[in-house]
């Protein structure tokens, strides 16, 4: 059998941790530079707050209510749900962690009578140690534990677990979910299956096989249709990395100038290496991308995309950041306003062992930068996301008498909530009144 772990809400209930004043109310959470609405409480969901709504509208759209905003705090999100995925590791015989607030977990040696039972302790630990609500499906498969794991949020009689263990159940699932909402059935699939009658996922996975080979002549596709029927076919995602990683935004306002811009790509860059470092794997290919706003049409466009090699694989910033660079250098265009960059490292292999050159870095200078790196993440890790940067993530402006002034950070997070477990000034103060006994 399989589990899948789903934090209900993710960053909103990573927002009401250490807010339990905002329990029952609407609750969302805006994208980079507080853009438009990304996360949503199911109190906002109800009061019929849309997902990518932009944030200026919602005023306008829900006048008088009162809507606790966030910006996205990407710190505080990424270490509570690792406290999470340290529990399941505990609890799981093995799992594979699929997204920020996803877990596949493999259930061998659990018996299939104590499973819901597992599930549900599961559940009751998460929400005691961490605080935060999580519904877990589970199946003979990944697809299926997928739409398990959503009956289990919908529905509380299933007490946070859902399993999908006889084909009665089977089906009855099936039949409850729609077909663009099963895994691996893109928008542009669920668009062809609904003009061909299969609105649910049950009217799919009753064709015939050689139907869907013929009208799709997708094997992702065909493999989903197995997995519908009760087949366990879809790779076990633990065995292949990730073959490219990508860090991009868009800017908040648009930018004309090199420098401005190559700081962007720089921390671009620097987060791709350290994601690099935390699965510890080394890239052979820096690539970097540049986009005008396509929507200013009074405005010249422009859209490009470059990419260079590197001589030795490898995970540091430095150099990630310098080829970066380069690559920025060839594809920058003067008189565009540049909306969006993105860094993209390819050709992902493990760290060791690493064929070297023998006209680049000797093996001395290679182990200098692996120690840089080291410590840079370790003190990351203990103050904070960006208490140490390399000079080239340094963003600089103008001050009044026309100096350079260096300052931390060009995204816009007016609304952004403390980080009181990774850093120490937001660490919780309690205010203790001791009352002294009379005598």
């Known amino acids: 059998?399989?589990?899948?772990?789903?934090l209900d809400n993710c960053y909103v209930s990573c927002e009401k941790v250490f807010r339990p004043d905002l329990e029952g109310k609407p609750i969302v959470v805006l994208s980079n530079n507080d853009g438009c609405v990304v996360a949503r409480s199911n109190e906002a969901k109800k009061m019929g707050i849309k997902a990518g709504i932009p944030y200026f509208q919602l005023a306008?759209?829900?006048?008088?209510?009162?809507?606790?905003?966030?910006?996205?705090?990407?710190?505080?999100?990424?270490?509570?749900?690792?406290?999470?995925?340290?529990?399941?590791?505990?609890?799981?015989?093995?799992?594979?962690?699929?997204?920020?607030?996803?877990?596949?977990?493999?259930?061998?040696?659990?018996?299939?009578?104590?499973?819901?039972?597992?599930?549900?302790?599961?559940?009751?630990?998460?929400?005691?140690?961490?605080?935060?609500?999580?519904?877990?499906?589970?199946?003979?498969?990944?697809?299926?534990?997928?739409?398990a794991s959503k009956l289990a949020k919908k529905y509380a009689a299933?007490?946070?677990?859902?399993?999908?263990?006889?084909?009665?159940?089977?089906?009855?699932?099936?039949?409850w979910c729609p077909i663009e909402d099963v895994w691996g059935i893109g928008r542009r699939y669920a668009a062809k299956l609904q003009a061909l009658g299969c609105i649910t996922a049950l009217d799919f996975a009753k064709h015939h096989k050689e139907w869907v080979r013929v009208t799709f002549n997708n094997i992702n596709i065909e493999r989903t249709w197995q997995e519908l029927n009760g087949e366990d076919v879809v790779p076990n995602e633990e065995l292949a990395k990730k073959k490219s990683i990508c860090t991009s935004r868009s800017f908040n306002g648009m930018i004309s100038d090199y420098e401005t811009l190559f700081t962007h790509v720089s921390n671009y860059a620097a987060r791709c290496a350290e994601k690099l470092r935390m699965q510890h794997t080394v890239a052979s290919i820096v690539g970097v991308f540049l986009n005008t706003n396509m929507f200013r049409e009074d405005?010249?466009?422009?859209?490009?995309?470059?990419?260079?090699?590197?001589?030795?694989?490898?995970?540091?910033?430095?150099?990630?950041?310098?080829?970066?660079?380069?690559?920025?250098?060839?594809?920058?265009?003067?008189?565009?306003?540049?909306?969006?960059?993105?860094?993209?490292?390819?050709?992902?292999?493990?760290?060791?062992?690493?064929?070297?050159?023998?006209?680049?870095?000797?093996?001395?200078?290679?182990?200098?930068m692996r120690r840089l790196d080291e410590v840079i993440?370790?003190?990351?890790?203990?103050?904070?996301?960006?208490?140490?940067?390399?000079?080239?993530?340094?963003?600089?402006?103008?001050?009044?008498?026309?100096?350079?002034?260096?300052?931390?950070?060009?995204i816009k997070h007016d609304f952004r909530s403390p980080n009181p477990t990774t850093r120490w000034a937001d660490v919780i103060q309690l205010n203790a009144k001791v009352e002294k006994k009379k005598n």
């Open 1 to 6: 059998m399989y589990g899948i772990a789903d």
């Open 60 to 147: 306008q759209l829900f006048p008088g209510q009162k809507i606790a905003v966030f910006s996205s705090n990407y710190e505080l999100y990424g270490e509570l749900t690792g406290r999470v995925v340290s529990i399941i590791r505990q609890e799981a015989p093995a799992y594979f962690r699929y997204s920020i607030d996803e877990c596949f977990m493999y259930l061998d040696g659990i018996e299939i009578d104590k499973l819901q039972e597992w599930g549900e302790n599961l559940h009751n630990r998460v929400k005691r140690e961490v605080g935060m609500p999580i519904s877990i499906g589970l199946a003979p498969n990944k697809t299926l534990a997928k739409i």
């Open 158 to 175: 299933y007490k946070h677990c859902c399993m999908i263990d006889t084909e009665y159940k089977r089906e009855k699932a099936l039949a």
């Open 299 to 368: 405005l010249p466009q422009y859209w490009n995309f470059m990419e260079q090699r590197l001589v030795t694989p490898t995970s540091s910033s430095i150099t990630i950041i310098q080829t970066a660079d380069e690559v920025l250098k060839k594809l920058f265009r003067e008189g565009y306003q540049y909306k969006k960059a993105g860094v993209i490292v390819m050709g992902i292999g493990a760290e060791s062992p690493i064929q070297q050159d023998l006209f680049d870095m000797n093996a001395e200078q290679i182990q200098k």
């Open 377 to 410: 993440d370790r003190i990351n890790r203990m103050h904070g996301t960006e208490t140490i940067v390399l000079g080239a993530q340094q963003y600089t402006q103008k001050n009044g008498k026309g100096k350079a002034e260096v300052f931390a950070n060009a």
